[in-house]
């Protein structure tokens, strides 16, 4: 006990130290909620799934915003800045965002709460927030040139409200581009009478989608295509899984904004509907299903009760949404060691040359006779190939060559299909080792891409195994760490 308090007490003074404006300790922030009986400053040990209230959001990958207090008031302090980003093993993208990520943290408040968000303006043009959702006064509604005057570089707007509704919000710059470049965030509000069922865990994922052209590293936010898929800032399997202890009651929020519904699917369990962006559905009209279509805009709270265990996908269901850097019309999408970053028109497009000089001959392939070489017998180590077994077991080191592509496969019709998307995509467990991938089946990163992570149902033992392990990291900021901190 004396240990824990005291580690405790050195939690709040490390997180009470830092200044508004910064991100406080998970633990700190773990402080400043209200004490409930299944809070830190509880005086005896929790069960493993204490019915604690509320339970804390977990927003993997980008965590919560912390807050002061100033009299009544819950003080957040949200920064929008440039930042870079590595969404994954080998691509950093510049995105804006907010207090260091893309999306912004999470704010959580509780119904009742009075709410302040002290607004900076660090990008390099005018900006503002919208609070979308909010039954509030419209002059705190963040319209540029509407509600307000925008906020210039270097400015600063105070936001108040007064919290009386709960469910899943967010805010976002109401810049549309500016929101297509990772300008949004969740925003919790905590119901004061605690929904039914509890549930243990609570997960906020936020669906996005960049177009980010190979050897870029700016989204392009006009593009009406996208090549990469994220849940809360990160592609599959760089996104972090869901950790879940066997008989949990789990929700999962999606949020959308971006130009492109999702269908989130959820693999091994029938899920019930149970809120919207306009906050929680009575039970008597919840609706069952295992994907749920998360439009532009719109928020869906999903729940299970997690009785199968297993690493079960979660994922948006549309096939090129499960795919990293597709690129094939703009040349390789993975720039190799000898490899020209640019072509001549000719090369590039594959235009009327090469032998016997039209693109029927042996040398242009299915790749819409742009010269990818796929198909021949010059094919290079593109994503968009390699095709030859010999090749693309080069290009896998380490895998296992267990036959994977016919002999004959590029005499077929049609192929290469998931060979395309999915063979070529090299297993990478250790660039994206974490605790919670421990125990995932040795190569599972090679067939993770894009909008995709799992919702792992781990039975006691093993759950326990990952849960010690994620508190041995002991990551600064963690996303998990107000959770962990209800874990004894
Ligand atoms: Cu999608």
Redesign the pocket.
């Known amino acids: 006990m004396s240990n824990r308090r005291t580690f405790l007490q050195r939690a709040f003074s490390a997180g009470a130290a830092l200044c508004a404006g910064h991100r406080l300790s998970a633990q700190a922030m773990q402080m400043q909620m209200p004490a409930g009986p299944g809070s830190p400053a509880a005086p005896s040990k929790q069960p493993l799934t204490s019915p604690s209230f509320p339970t804390p959001v977990v927003t993997t990958e980008v965590g919560d915003l912390s807050y002061t207090m100033d009299g009544g008031a819950k003080v957040f302090h949200l920064v929008a800045e440039v930042l870079r980003q590595k969404i994954h093993p080998g691509k950093t993208i510049d995105a804006w965002g907010f207090n260091g990520s893309a999306p912004g943290p999470t704010i959580q408040v509780n119904q009742g709460d009075h709410v302040r968000v002290i607004f900076d303006n660090h990008l390099p043009e005018p900006s503002s927030i919208h609070w979308h959702g909010f039954e509030d006064m419209v002059g705190y509604d963040g319209m540029p040139g509407i509600s307000q005057e925008p906020v210039k570089p270097g400015g600063r707007f105070v936001y108040e409200f007064d919290i009386h509704q709960a469910g899943t919000y967010f805010y976002h710059s109401h810049m549309a581009m500016q929101e297509m470049t990772g300008m949004l965030g969740g925003f919790i509000m905590h119901p004061s009478t605690p929904y039914h069922p509890h549930c243990d865990k609570d997960f906020l994922l936020h ?1 996005q ?1 960049y177009a980010v052209l190979p050897n870029n590293t700016v989204p392009n936010t006009m593009n009406m295509e996208y090549n990469w ?1 994220l849940l809360n800032g990160k592609a599959g399997p760089a996104s972090t899984p869901l950790i879940v202890r066997l008989g949990d009651r789990v929700r999962l929020r999606f949020v959308n904004l971006g130009m ?4 989130m699917h959820l693999h091994g369990y029938t899920f019930h509907v149970t809120g919207t962006e306009g906050g929680r559905i009575q039970e008597s009209a919840w609706w069952p299903g295992n994907t749920i279509l998360v439009g532009v805009a719109q928020a869906r709270d999903v729940e299970i009760t997690a009785n199968r265990p297993g690493d079960w996908m979660l994922h ?3 096939p090129h ?1 499960m795919m990293n850097q597709m690129s094939s019309n703009v040349g390789s999408m993975t720039r190799r060691p000898g490899q020209p970053a640019g072509v001549d028109m000719n090369t590039g497009m594959g235009m009327l040359q090469g032998t016997p000089g039209a693109p029927s001959g042996d040398d242009y392939g299915t790749s819409l006779g742009r010269g990818m070489g796929f198909g021949s017998t010059a094919d290079m180590e593109t994503t968009n190939g390699p095709l030859s077994r010999e090749k693309a077991m080069q290009a896998m080191a380490g895998m296992p060559d267990e036959g994977d592509i016919a002999k004959n496969a590029n005499a077929v019709p049609g192929f290469p299909q998931d060979a395309y998307m999915e063979g070529p995509a090299m297993a990478m467990d250790q660039m994206v080792d974490k605790p919670e991938n421990y125990g995932l089946r040795p190569g599972w990163s090679g067939f993770m891409m894009g ?1 995709m992570t799992f919702v792992r149902v781990l039975p006691p033992d093993k759950y326990d195994e990952v849960i010690a392990r994620m508190k041995q990291a002991q990551r600064p900021n963690d996303p998990y760490g107000a959770f962990l901190q209800r874990v004894l």
Do not use: G, I, T, V
């Open positions: 669906l989608e898929l492109d519904h999702h269908p948006c269901h549309l949404h909008m």
